[in-house]
């Protein structure tokens, strides 16, 4: 399954087996995003929440332990 993603628009394969294809082939509202870009907005989310004036939500939901 080829993805683009939805920051830096660079196109990707996934496996067609593979959970997240799976995932964005049945629930179109769910969206790509590339390793790099996962990191980066990880690690701004981490200095983010380290200066204090960040607070950080998160819901009970199961998915949001892959977070």
Excluded: Q, W
Excluded at 33 to 47: A, F, P, Q, V, Y
Excluded at 50 to 56: A, H, L, R
């Amino acid at each position: 399954m080829r993805v683009k993603c939805v920051i830096c628009d660079e196109i990707g394969k996934l496996d067609d087996e593979d959970p997240l294809a799976k995932k964005l082939r049945n629930r179109p509202i769910h969206t790509y995003m590339c390793e790099s870009c996962r990191n980066r907005i990880g690690e701004l989310t981490h200095i983010r929440k380290e200066t204090g004036k960040f607070t950080f939500h998160r819901s009970s939901h199961p998915a949001e332990d892959e977070f």
